[in-house]
């Protein structure tokens, strides 16, 4: 594990960056606690990274349960997202090894958690920067918009297109996140994304559950058309490759 420094992870490719998740839990197993007022949050008020850890925790592990539901899920955790004190000294770490990637040409990726029900990844694209189309199989998705400004357009598959090689996409959302904004995503809605960042922007990105050997095997890349498919508003033709 001491093979992989935080460094290296920041120079890799997003589906490299996926692969190295996978040996996670050896690498960074951070002591947690809840800290935010000796254990007790604020309703309102700003948390710091450990707490805020152990609520996405709290939240995360109830997908185990019979009655677990992505979308309140999602909501939920977007809320804790929202008050997560972005000076906290686990995200300075973050910035602060991100500057390294500023003016390398590609989207930087750093771990900041991995558990057995969640990871939390940091993303850092410069301006022009983008993702192009991709899903996250099985998974949710929350978005937490740190610092910039940046665009993010979501997806639904929506039916295999007649030739079968390629799927239609209907357009179901689409942000302009400022700091402190959260993106969601679950497994059967807005779970194919693209991002596009207009400045430089960091983003703090929840998944839940979190990226396996199984989940980066069955996740699918896009190329999408232009062009809107036989002129239906916001629905594209779609080839995974
Ligand atoms: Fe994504």
Redesign the pocket.
Known sequence: MDDYSRRAFIRTSLPGFLGLTLALPGITALATRANACEGRVPEDGAIHWDAFLEAIAGEAGRQHLDDWDEPRYVARAAAIARRLDLRSTELEKAFETAKGGIGDGRVDFDHLEKREDFQISFVQFEKGEE?RH?D?PGMT?VLLCATGNIDVWNYDEVRPAADQKALLLKQTAKARLTKADVSTLTSKERNI?RLEARALTQLV?IFAPPYTRERVRKSRWFDVDEEEFEGREGVFEARVG
Do not use: L, N
């Open positions: 993702i991709h996250h998705g994304h990105d």
